[in-house]
């Protein structure tokens, strides 16, 4: 009869692969943090053919389909847009505003928005989406 007791093999999980993977997930969800942008405010745009980026000092203006104006993340009533605008215009030398309209908006909204444009000597893009 034995009685010793045998020796038996350790239990080992090997983790190496594991870190690895972890590794490249956080890579992952850094690098798509960086890309999207959460200050925009989601509007479904017109289409156009020609399209093209901007360049130097931007500030984006929305108006969503229930008429409320966004001035760079803050909502901003209709009557306190120019002041608003001016203010950024003073920080800066070459000011573009980006337009983004909601399609069900009326033109009416958007001419008004451009007259301050107008008015104040600044550049203005409609911001569209890409036509399929």
Known sequence: MNLRRRKRAGAEV?????NDIMF?????????STITNPNVVKLLLPRSDSGQSVSKKTITVSISKDLEYVVDKQTVPVDQLMPTIQRFQGSAQELTIVLYVDRTVAIENVVNVMDIANKLKIKLVLATEPKN
């Open 14 to 18: 090997h983790t190496s692969a594991m």
């Open 24 to 32: 490249f997930l956080l890579l992952f969800f850094l690098i798509a």
